[in-house]
């Protein structure tokens, strides 16, 4: 890749950061070595891409939590009332 090349697929990984649902390529290692002069925007990159993972973890945590609450409601017919203790 050319230094051209290395913006572009830079910018390119930090649209989908910003905006994750555009993330629809899939990426492929370049087959020439990063100009040391983006070095230290491609480590920016890699934290944020770091925290983003660390996100849908959380996220993933949350909702997987969530499903075992619901997991625990009791089924009940359409005439009874059902009442969930969230807190405990």
Do not use: C, K
Not at 62 to 71: E, N, Y
Request: proline share 8%; aromatic share 4%; glycine share 2%.
């Amino acid at each position: 890749m050319s230094s051209a090349e290395w913006v572009d697929e830079l910018d390119r990984l930090e649209r989908e950061l910003d905006v994750p649902e555009n993330a629809i390529e899939p990426w492929h290692p370049p087959t020439t070595p990063m100009p040391a002069e983006f070095a230290d925007r491609a480590r920016a990159l890699l934290l944020r891409q770091q925290d983003r993972i660390a996100e849908i973890r959380r996220q993933q945590d949350a909702i997987a939590h969530q499903l075992v609450t619901l997991r625990r409601v009791p089924d009940a017919g359409a005439d009874a009332s059902a009442y969930l203790d969230v807190v405990g």
